[in-house]
Structure formats: structure tokens, C-alpha cells
């Protein structure tokens, strides 16, 4: 079965400083990958995704991931972390078959000092 | 265009009430995906439907149902509420399984 494991439950970064988020997969083939944010009290946006091609996703709010097959993850980057980006943030893995639902980590959450 | 939309957006109810919550997908989309997030287990899948018919379902207790109607509009129901069942229900819609799915902003339940 899939699963997805966020390694970090809290990160804290200075407002400026860069960010990034450990997203490790276990799949049996390629998979679809998302990240997602959301806010207190609200539901999950989607941050980008991965389905096939460059391992390099650029996504919204300028954050950006990377898929790496041989270590089985994909974590996500920001170069310089603004105060509204402070958040939780959900890895998730979707099967290419449509067959299984989209697994989600327990994500992480970010706070962001001045 | 519209996001998903779901209804109500808070909701109290007693132990052993009965409760529905709507998700309206996005147009178009015609999966439906419903998730229970809590602070000690997290996103949990519930079950997903696609065209009007139940696709994948999640480990929960028969206690929880779900259907969907031929305009993709989506229904969860909870019977005999328990106050473990506090938590934010999310709705989410695609095209299609796995692809990529956008959220609602969810019912937050609190059973007393």
C-alpha cells in the first residue's frame, strides 16, 4: 500500500531565510505527488504536482519541488520564506491507476519569525 | 469558475444524532472524494465516488455513508454520532481519480 512519510512535525525559519519541507513515498511505481498547504480553519490548496516529465515542478506562491525516483521523494523548496507563508503542509501520493485514493502525510507545519 | 463548495460550513450536533454534509464539485468534475481530518490522525480517506458510483472506500465503520447524485453533487452521512467523530470534513473534486484534486473549505462538526 502507499504511504507517505513527512519526516518534520514542526520547522520553524526566519522571515528571508530558505525553506525545505521532506516528503519520502513508498509506491510500487511511479506516482502521481502533490503538495498542498492550508490555513488554520480552511480546506488544502494546491501548491503543485508531479506527473510526469521534468523532475523540476514549479508551483504557486513561488515554491518549487523536486522528484528524485532513487531516494523515493520529493520535497519542497523555497528560496525565501515570507510571514504568509507560515501554514501546514500536506504531502500526498495519488496512483497513476486511478485505483487507490490520494494518501496524504500528517504534515508539517511552519512557523515563520522576524 | 466556482471552487468546491460545501455545506454547512459549521455544525453542532448531540451523540447519537444523525448528520449530512453537501460537497458541490467543481463543474465538470465528476470524482468526489471525501476526507476526516483530525489533530491526532490526520487526513483520512472516507470514500471517493466517481459518476454515481462508489470507487475506493476507507477503513471507517459503516456508520458513514456517502452517495452521488447524476449532477456529480456529492452527500456524506453519519448516523449515530460518537464524539470521536469531531472533525473537519473535507471535500475534494477531479476530473478523474488520482490527477489531482481541489479542496473545499470543509465542515467543521462538533458533536457534544
Known amino acids: 500500500a502507499q504511504s507517505v512519510t513527512q519526516p518534520d512535525i514542526h520547522i520553524t525559519v526566519s522571515e528571508g531565510a530558505s525553506l525545505e519541507l521532506r516528503c519520502n513515498y513508498s509506491?510500487?511505481?511511479?506516482?502521481?505527488l502533490f503538495w498542498y498547504v492550508q490555513s488554520p480553519g480552511q480546506g488544502l490548496q494546491l501548491l503543485l504536482k508531479y506527473f510526469s516529465g521534468d523532475t523540476l515542478v514549479q508551483g504557486i506562491k513561488g515554491f518549487e519541488a523536486e522528484f528524485k525516483r532513487s531516494q523515493s521523494s520529493f520535497n519542497l523548496r523555497k528560496p525565501s520564506v515570507h510571514w504568509s507563508d507560515a501554514a501546514e503542509y500536506f504531502c500526498a501520493v495519488g496512483s497513476r491507476s486511478g485505483n487507490t485514493p490520494l494518501v496524504f502525510g500528517k504534515g508539517t507545519r511552519l512557523s515563520v519569525i522576524a | 469558475k466556482a471552487g468546491v463548495t460545501q455545506t454547512p460550513r459549521y455544525l453542532i450536533k448531540t451523540r447519537g444524532q444523525q448528520v449530512t454534509l453537501s460537497c458541490s464539485p467543481i463543474?465538470?468534475?465528476?470524482?468526489v472524494s471525501w476526507y476526516q481530518q483530525t489533530p491526532g490522525q490526520g487526513l483520512q480517506f472516507l470514500f471517493e465516488y466517481f459518476s454515481e458510483t462508489q470507487r475506493n472506500k476507507g477503513n471507517f465503520p459503516g456508520r458513514f455513508s456517502g452517495r452521488q447524485f447524476s449532477n456529480s453533487r456529492s452527500e456524506m452521512n453519519v448516523s449515530t454520532l460518537e464524539l470521536g467523530d469531531s472533525a473537519l470534513y473535507l471535500c475534494?473534486?477531479?476530473?478523474?481519480?488520482?490527477?489531482?484534486?481541489?479542496f473545499g473549505s470543509g465542515t467543521r462538526l462538533t458533536v457534544v
Open positions: 463543474s465538470g468534475h465528476r470524482s
Open positions: 475534494a473534486s477531479s476530473l478523474d481519480t488520482g490527477r489531482g484534486y481541489t
Open positions: 509506491y510500487g511505481a511511479t506516482p502521481y
